[in-house]
């Protein structure tokens, strides 16, 4: 059997190793925690420089790019231009002061020759050092050629692959350089296709550098001293190395790499970096060391600690008496090895609260005069001085608080007291650690995820949280309060004009102005962009909230700022909503003050407009906005739908098949269809009709032959544009490549244009309908005789088809006048050479007036009411 002595003496050391492992865990995990905050820290570090060295270089070719357009401006402003002029631009530009590392600005000159097409080198500046170029033909250079070539087509700036330059080899100088380059064509209206800039060019201009000038004088010196960089060319299937800022080793030790592709004038160069060993290895290999030794340290001191603890209680029931005489060395045992221990420990009578002992810990947080001090006076929550004068100071629970010490030193600690029992008496054992540290990052974190980091003003999400919280009030009969949606007019003036760094100056200057002006209890944020929101508590009534929005006003109206020699007069629309009923959504809060503030910008900007729901416009408005939210997703989510109403003949047709307009709805949650009078005014008020226009050209040009159940006998689809699709001067190429794409006959496409949109901007819509009806496209004048029914400009107009508006149409038997333009349209449509068709039929008689009067052909829901198209049918 196993005497009681060993059975005590094992159980001390279970408790011991208990204690070790517990210690040792924890210290494992905080140098672990140690080890990912230091990598994350130098990551940030990292990475923050090496994103700043990728905007620098790309700055620098930018820069370099806006020198040749400036040279080429002049040479597109003159057809002659002289040596002197283009010496004199050299001189004016100073581009050496910028760019070091430029070589030469060079003028290079098509020239045709029996052999084919030169570009040879006339003018080039400065004219020291580059002799050898004046006459060089840019075909002896393969990779300049090319980029010449790509410039040419393009008609953008253009990079080369690296080549080495002619004056470097005449001067005995080693490196590689690079030509940017831009076309020059011959004066008028810039060439749109890629035969006419061929057939207009007349010479290209180039800025060639040293490469490992352009890109070196790009990067900041700390990236340098600390990171390695490598810059290659990916372009084509080799990579070729441009840059590298050292040739020794890199430290991989953490596994750090920065890699990132720019795009830049037709070239793709691969960015790398590897951070260098001075910098990071000793960091690494180092940092948190002291921590883990210092924990196994205390693990083991710990453990020690319980084993003396437990086993000196053990020992003391079995041999009481003896352990009286060794109490004083086991003492100081326990002091020696507490002193050792990072936590602080106090021992306290239980009485009046007189601390006893402190460990080295203690004492160099609180201070050296801290034993003889009470208890109470350490802490600054007067709830817990009152516990530790009662009966229960907390039964070891930890909680976290203030700590005092001498010299008014004031910290964070996670604390515990106990009660035990001691030869002396009762007593209260303290332990704390200090977590001041951790606090000030919690707190940072938290002030992080609640403000926007550039006005330090409340962000979208806590402006959210203080408005729901104001929501609550009201449900208890709070005072009402007022929510105000500020949007800056002109913003994007500023940022277009001066940038957006001085747009960000603007916000930052303006949060401070408005911050002046708030009050107790009220909230400034900023909500995105330069949009604001303002919740001013404790307003009276809408008379006070309306007179705390013109102060608000007021404070930001007339306010200039000042940049870079520019001034600008700031102003702000607002748009306001009484927070005085319980149960509203902030959602729904939020959505009528930012419609109030759409309904201030377009009363004339710079002035209040609060939200009612018993105001017809902005009732409206709001809807339109919903709408306009609804569609900009109704492509992903599939709620857009093509129906088809066929267009009838009256007369025999030249090609067999029918003929339809496409007409567009809108498929709500119900799977309701929606006409487009409820959608399409929000559409063209918000800006999206060019979008919904360009998804119902693709999707009828992709499915054109499952539109109609007659497939590919299908004669022709008539596809509506809108204004602002038609004044898009991209619309037209893009149609044509569509059609070419999807392999769709032009001559079966027509694109309906109304008579308003035509006038509005008749040249625009001239050269639209020129583009379509060159490759065989038809163009129909739609609702003719609903604008201005102005017969003289159809002769400019390229149309093949005239469209009658169905008001004259549908009351043409019973009113003469009406019956009088419906014959007059189409006589005149009929000698201009133009088809004919008549909108709103409604019965049979009118289809037979209609014939009478050679019409061609004639639409109505009578006649034929939308069906969906095939491909889009359940």
Same mark, same amino acid.
Request: hydrophobic fraction near 45%; include cysteine.
């Given at each position: ?69 400036? +040279? ?90 690296? *080549? ?70 990916? /372009? ?53 060391? +002291? ?119 004031? *910290? ?50 806590? *402006? ?23 949007? @800056? ?7 277009? /004009? ?8 603007? @916000? ?18 900023? @909500? ?175 499915? *054109? ?170």
């Amino acid at each position: 059997m196993i005497s009681q002595p060993s059975r005590w003496r094992v159980a001390a050391w279970l408790w011991s190793l208990l204690a070790l492992l517990l210690g040792l865990s924890l210290a494992l995990a905080a140098h672990d925690q140690q080890k990912q905050r230091l990598r994350a820290e130098r990551t940030l570090v990292r990475n923050e420089l090496a994103n700043k060295a990728c905007i620098s270089l790309q700055s620098q070719l930018h820069a370099a790019e806006s020198l040749l357009r400036a +040279a080429q401006s002049l040479f597109l402003s003159s057809e002659e231009v002289e040596a002197g002029e283009y010496a004199g631009f050299y001189a004016n530009m100073r581009p050496r002061e910028q760019f070091p590392s430029l070589l030469a600005l060079a003028y290079a000159q098509r020239e045709l020759r029996p052999d084919g097409e030169h570009y040879v080198t006339r003018w080039v500046e400065p004219a020291t050092g580059n002799d050898s170029l004046v006459g060089l033909d840019v075909g002896t250079q393969p990779r300049n050629l090319a980029g010449l070539l790509a410039s040419r087509d393009s008609d953008q700036a253009t990079l080369s692959a690296p *080549f080495h330059p002619v004056q470097l080899a005449g001067s005995g100088m080693a490196g590689e350089g690079v030509t940017l380059r831009l076309p020059i064509y011959s004066t008028g209206a810039p060439p749109r296709t890629v035969e006419e800039r061929r057939a207009r060019m007349r010479g290209s201009i180039a800025a060639s550098f040293r490469l490992d000038g352009l890109i070196g004088n790009s990067l900041p010196d700390s990236l340098t001293r600390n990171l390695r960089l490598q810059i290659s060319d990916v /372009t084509g299937a080799q990579a070729l190395l441009l840059f590298d800022s050292g040739n020794g080793p890199v430290w991989l030790g953490d596994g750090y790499r920065y890699e990132r592709k720019l795009a830049y004038g037709g070239r793709v160069w691969n960015v790398r970096m590897w951070p260098l060993p001075h910098y990071t290895g000793a960091g690494v290999r180092g940092g948190g060391q +002291a921590t883990l030794w210092a924990g196994v340290l205390s693990s083991i001191l710990l453990a020690l600690l319980v084993y003396s603890v437990v086993s000196t209680r053990q020992r003391a029931l079995e041999l009481g008496w003896r352990m009286s005489r060794r109490y004083r060395e086991s003492e100081e045992r326990f002091r020696a090895l507490n002193d050792l221990l990072p936590a602080l420990v106090l021992l306290a009578e239980a009485g009046d609260g007189r601390i006893t002992y402190a460990n080295q810990a203690a004492r160099a947080r609180l201070g050296e005069q801290v034993v003889g001090r009470r208890l109470p006076e350490l802490f600054e929550d007067p709830h817990l001085r009152a516990r530790l004068g009662g009966a229960d100071p907390g039964d070891g629970a930890w909680t976290e608080t203030f700590l005092h010490g001498d010299a008014g030193l004031r *910290f964070w600690a996670d604390v515990a007291i106990s009660r035990i029992a001691l030869n002396e008496g009762t007593m209260l054992l303290m332990v704390a650690s200090d977590i001041s540290e951790q606090r000030r990052l919690t707190e940072r974190l938290s002030h992080q995820a609640s403000h926007d980091a550039l006005t330090e003003l409340y962000n979208r999400r806590e *402006f959210e949280l203080r408005l729901q919280a104001a929501l609550d009030k009201i449900d208890a009969a709070a005072p009402p309060a007022v929510l105000l949606y500020l949007d @800056l007019d002109q913003f994007k003036l500023i940022n277009d /004009t001066s940038g957006h760094l001085a747009g960000d100056q603007l @916000l930052t200057q303006l949060a401070a102005v408005m911050r002046r002006q708030l009050g107790v209890g009220d909230v400034l944020a900023r @909500l995105g962009g330069d949009e604001f929101g303002v919740l001013v508590a404790n307003v009276a009534d809408r008379a006070a909230a309306e007179q705390a929005a013109e102060h608000m006003r007021r404070c930001i109206d007339g306010y200039v700022f000042s940049w870079e020699k520019r001034s600008y007069l700031v102003s702000a629309s607002i748009g306001g909503v009484l927070v005085d009923r319980p149960g509203v959504l902030v959602k729904d809060l939020l959505a009528q003050a930012d419609t109030a503030c759409y309904m201030a910008k377009e009363l004339g900007r710079n002035r209040v407009h609060f939200y009612s729901e018993r105001d017809d416009e902005t009732v409206r408005r709001h809807g339109e906005m919903e709408w306009a939210n609804r569609l900009r997703w109704a492509v992903d989510e599939g709620r857009l739908v093509l129906a088809y109403q066929e267009i009838l003949p009256l007369s025999p047709a030249d090609e067999p098949g029918p003929s339809v307009e496409l007409l567009l709805r809108f498929r709500d949650e119900a799977g309701e269809l929606v006409v487009p009078g409820v959608f399409l005014p929000a559409a063209e008020r918000y800006g999206l009709m060019p979008a919904v226009d360009r998804w119902v050209i693709e999707t009828a040009l992709v499915h *054109f032959d499952r539109l109609h159940p007659a497939g590919a006998g299908l004669r022709m689809v008539a596809i509506n544009l809108s204004g602002a699709s038609v004044e898009d001067e991209a619309l037209a190429g893009r149609i044509i490549g569509w059609l070419r794409h999807y392999r769709v006959d032009p001559s079966r496409v027509c694109f309906e244009i109304t008579e308003t949109v035509a006038v509005r901007n008749l040249s625009q819509v001239v050269r639209f309908m020129e583009q379509l009806r060159a490759v065989g496209c038809k163009v129909a004048l739609d609702d003719f005789g609903a604008g201005m029914s102005s017969f003289t400009y159809l002769k400019n107009l390229p149309l093949d088809i005239l469209k009658i508006d169905g008001s004259f149409v549908r009351d043409m038997l019973t009113d003469p006048v009406s019956h009088l333009m419906v014959r007059a349209v189409t006589d005149i449509g009929h000698r201009l050479g133009l088809e004919i068709v008549a909108e709103w039929v409604a019965d049979a008689e009118t289809v037979q007036a209609l014939a009478t009067l050679g019409v061609n052909g004639v639409q109505g829901f009578s006649l034929h009411r939308p069906e969906l198209a095939v491909f889009q049918r359940d």
